[in-house]
Protein backbone atom coordinates (compact mmCIF):
# COMPACT_ATOMS: atom_id res chain seq x y z
CA UNK A 1 0.00 0.00 0.00
CA UNK A 2 1.25 3.15 -1.30
CA UNK A 3 1.06 6.03 1.66
CA UNK A 4 -0.84 9.43 -0.85
CA UNK A 5 0.06 12.65 0.49
CA UNK A 6 -3.57 13.05 2.68
CA UNK A 7 -3.75 9.76 4.03
CA UNK A 8 -4.38 9.40 7.66
CA UNK A 9 -2.25 6.21 9.45
CA UNK A 10 -2.98 5.09 12.42
CA UNK A 11 -1.63 2.68 15.11
CA UNK A 12 -2.54 1.09 18.79
CA UNK A 13 0.01 -0.15 20.53
CA UNK A 14 -0.22 -3.15 22.25
CA UNK A 15 0.93 -1.75 25.74
CA UNK A 16 -0.23 1.54 25.76
CA UNK A 17 2.15 4.76 26.09
CA UNK A 18 1.18 7.81 27.75
CA UNK A 19 2.80 11.04 28.43
CA UNK A 20 2.71 11.37 32.30
CA UNK A 21 1.17 15.04 33.06
CA UNK A 22 -1.44 15.05 30.28
CA UNK A 23 -5.01 14.62 30.96
CA UNK A 24 -7.13 12.48 28.42
CA UNK A 25 -8.47 15.80 27.43
CA UNK A 26 -5.17 16.93 26.35
CA UNK A 27 -3.95 13.81 25.08
CA UNK A 28 -7.25 13.88 22.47
CA UNK A 29 -6.01 17.43 21.30
CA UNK A 30 -2.68 16.34 20.76
CA UNK A 31 -3.39 13.78 18.92
CA UNK A 32 -5.76 15.88 16.69
CA UNK A 33 -3.64 18.85 16.40
CA UNK A 34 -1.19 16.26 14.74
CA UNK A 35 -3.71 15.16 12.23
CA UNK A 36 -4.67 18.62 12.00
CA UNK A 37 -7.97 17.42 13.03
CA UNK A 38 -10.44 20.56 13.55
CA UNK A 39 -11.93 21.56 16.82
CA UNK A 40 -15.31 21.29 16.40
CA UNK A 41 -14.42 18.02 14.28
CA UNK A 42 -12.76 15.95 16.77
CA UNK A 43 -14.68 17.24 19.84
CA UNK A 44 -17.76 15.82 18.18
CA UNK A 45 -15.90 12.52 17.34
CA UNK A 46 -14.05 12.37 21.19
CA UNK A 47 -17.28 12.85 22.66
CA UNK A 48 -19.26 9.72 20.95
CA UNK A 49 -15.90 7.65 21.74
CA UNK A 50 -15.45 8.74 25.27
CA UNK A 51 -19.50 7.58 26.11
CA UNK A 52 -18.98 4.65 24.19
CA UNK A 53 -15.63 3.41 25.97
CA UNK A 54 -17.30 4.35 29.12
CA UNK A 55 -14.28 7.26 29.37
CA UNK A 56 -16.54 10.20 29.59
CA UNK A 57 -16.15 10.68 33.27
CA UNK A 58 -12.03 10.28 33.03
CA UNK A 59 -12.01 13.43 30.63
CA UNK A 60 -9.69 15.76 32.75
CA UNK A 61 -7.84 12.41 34.35
CA UNK A 62 -4.47 11.22 33.84
CA UNK A 63 -4.36 8.07 31.92
CA UNK A 64 -1.37 6.88 32.99
CA UNK A 65 -3.30 5.79 36.09
CA UNK A 66 -5.73 4.33 34.35
CA UNK A 67 -6.52 0.45 34.61
CA UNK A 68 -5.27 -1.58 31.98
CA UNK A 69 -8.65 -1.47 30.08
CA UNK A 70 -9.37 1.92 30.71
CA UNK A 71 -5.79 2.94 29.07
CA UNK A 72 -6.16 0.37 25.93
CA UNK A 73 -9.63 1.83 25.29
CA UNK A 74 -7.87 5.63 25.85
CA UNK A 75 -5.63 4.34 22.91
CA UNK A 76 -8.50 3.21 20.89
CA UNK A 77 -9.95 6.44 21.05
CA UNK A 78 -7.03 7.99 20.14
CA UNK A 79 -6.98 6.22 17.02
CA UNK A 80 -10.35 6.10 16.30
CA UNK A 81 -10.82 9.57 16.29
CA UNK A 82 -9.12 10.60 13.24
CA UNK A 83 -11.80 8.46 11.22
CA UNK A 84 -8.49 7.51 9.61
CA UNK A 85 -7.56 5.62 6.21
CA UNK A 86 -5.42 2.59 7.75
CA UNK A 87 -5.28 1.41 11.04
CA UNK A 88 -2.45 -1.07 13.04
CA UNK A 89 -4.30 -2.69 16.17
CA UNK A 90 -1.67 -4.78 18.05
CA UNK A 91 -3.81 -6.88 20.06
CA UNK A 92 -6.42 -4.59 20.44
CA UNK A 93 -8.30 -7.40 23.02
CA UNK A 94 -6.05 -7.36 26.42
CA UNK A 95 -7.64 -6.03 28.80
CA UNK A 96 -11.38 -5.00 27.28
CA UNK A 97 -14.20 -6.04 29.18
CA UNK A 98 -16.78 -8.05 27.06
CA UNK A 99 -18.46 -4.47 26.25
CA UNK A 100 -15.91 -2.64 24.95
CA UNK A 101 -14.69 -5.87 22.84
CA UNK A 102 -18.02 -5.47 21.53
CA UNK A 103 -17.81 -1.90 20.97
CA UNK A 104 -14.44 -2.27 19.15
CA UNK A 105 -15.86 -5.08 16.80
CA UNK A 106 -18.79 -2.45 16.20
CA UNK A 107 -16.18 0.25 15.14
CA UNK A 108 -13.75 -1.92 13.28
CA UNK A 109 -17.09 -2.98 11.20
CA UNK A 110 -18.01 0.93 10.84
CA UNK A 111 -14.43 1.90 9.98
CA UNK A 112 -14.72 -0.77 7.18
CA UNK A 113 -17.66 -0.17 5.51
CA UNK A 114 -16.25 3.39 5.32
CA UNK A 115 -13.34 2.06 2.93
CA UNK A 116 -10.62 2.11 5.81
CA UNK A 117 -7.94 -0.97 5.55
CA UNK A 118 -7.43 -2.30 9.41
CA UNK A 119 -4.64 -4.33 9.90
CA UNK A 120 -5.10 -6.69 13.04
CA UNK A 121 -2.53 -8.39 15.03
CA UNK A 122 -4.05 -10.51 17.65
CA UNK A 123 -4.33 -14.15 19.32
CA UNK A 124 -7.74 -14.55 19.53
CA UNK A 125 -8.23 -16.29 16.30
CA UNK A 126 -12.04 -17.16 16.78
CA UNK A 127 -12.76 -13.54 16.87
CA UNK A 128 -10.32 -12.45 14.06
CA UNK A 129 -12.52 -15.52 11.72
CA UNK A 130 -15.37 -13.98 12.23
CA UNK A 131 -14.47 -10.60 11.57
CA UNK A 132 -11.40 -10.71 9.23
CA UNK A 133 -11.26 -10.55 5.90
CA UNK A 134 -7.72 -12.34 4.78
CA UNK A 135 -5.05 -13.81 7.58
CA UNK A 136 -1.05 -14.54 7.83
CA UNK A 137 -0.47 -17.35 9.83
CA UNK A 138 3.03 -16.17 11.52
CA UNK A 139 5.44 -18.62 13.41
CA UNK A 140 8.71 -17.39 15.45
CA UNK A 141 9.02 -14.72 12.60
CA UNK A 142 8.52 -17.16 9.29
CA UNK A 143 4.63 -17.00 7.19
CA UNK A 144 3.82 -20.79 7.72
CA UNK A 145 0.01 -19.70 5.79
CA UNK A 146 -1.79 -16.63 4.30
CA UNK A 147 -4.75 -16.11 2.63
CA UNK A 148 -9.05 -16.12 3.04
CA UNK A 149 -10.56 -18.73 5.38
CA UNK A 150 -11.40 -20.90 2.69
CA UNK A 151 -7.62 -20.46 1.36
CA UNK A 152 -6.76 -21.44 4.73
CA UNK A 153 -8.57 -24.40 5.35
CA UNK A 154 -7.47 -25.77 1.84
CA UNK A 155 -3.77 -24.82 2.47
CA UNK A 156 -4.45 -26.79 6.03
CA UNK A 157 -6.10 -29.58 4.54
CA UNK A 158 -9.28 -29.10 6.85
CA UNK A 159 -12.17 -27.65 4.86
CA UNK A 160 -14.59 -26.82 7.47
CA UNK A 161 -12.29 -26.59 10.64
CA UNK A 162 -11.82 -23.27 12.40
CA UNK A 163 -9.01 -21.02 11.89
CA UNK A 164 -7.63 -22.29 15.08
CA UNK A 165 -7.47 -25.51 14.08
CA UNK A 166 -5.91 -24.51 10.72
CA UNK A 167 -3.05 -22.17 12.22
CA UNK A 168 -1.53 -25.67 14.09
CA UNK A 169 -1.27 -27.54 10.85
CA UNK A 170 1.36 -25.37 9.09
CA UNK A 171 2.92 -25.61 12.33
CA UNK A 172 3.30 -28.96 13.06
CA UNK A 173 4.28 -29.36 9.23
CA UNK A 174 7.20 -26.55 10.12
CA UNK A 175 8.14 -28.61 13.37
CA UNK A 176 8.36 -31.81 11.33
CA UNK A 177 11.00 -30.72 9.32
CA UNK A 178 13.05 -29.29 12.03
Known amino acids: ?12 PEHPSFYHYLTLREHIRLKASLHHIP ?11 LYLFNLDT ?8 FS ?10 FSFITEADFFIIDEPFIGLDPKAT ?8 KERKR ?12 TA ?15 LSQGNLEEIRQKAGLPSKPLLECFYKPQESEEALS
Request: proline share 1%; hydrophobic share 40%.
Open 68 to 77: KGMKQKAMLL
Open 115 to 126: GACILMCTHVLD
Open 1 to 12: MTKTENEIQTYV
Open 58 to 65: KFDHFPIH
Open 129 to 143: ERYCDSFVFLHEGKI
Open 102 to 109: KDLLHLII
Open 39 to 49: KEVYEKRAQNL
